[in-house]
């Protein structure tokens, strides 16, 4: 039997290694994504928030919260 060529691995990080499973989604087709955000969102948002100089906001979605923790990350360099 032949040996199957490997496919080349992504430059990017954030690819999903499993692109047939829902291991990573856009917060966009999150089904819960418009419920508040968790505990634990809650909590690495402040935390950014305040390493950013931003305002933090507990009103935020999961969803939204997702994409604002993201620019945060770039922001503050945690999102190397």
């Known amino acids: 039997m032949a040996k199957q ?3 080349q691995q992504d ?6 290694p499993e692109p047939g499973s829902n291991t990573i989604k856009d917060p ?18 402040k935390t950014l928030s ?5 305002a933090f906001d ?3 979605t999961k969803a939204e ?6 620019a945060l ?3 503050t360099g945690r999102g190397r």
């Open 5 to 7: 060529p490997q496919p």
């Open 11 to 16: 430059e990017n990080p954030k690819r999903d």
């Open 28 to 45: 966009a087709d999150w089904t819960t994504g418009e419920e508040r955000m968790t505990g634990a969102q809650a909590s690495y948002l």
């Open 50 to 54: 305040e390493e950013a100089g931003e």
């Open 58 to 60: 507990p009103e935020l």
């Open 65 to 70: 919260a997702s994409r604002r923790i993201d």
């Open 73 to 75: 990350q770039e922001k």
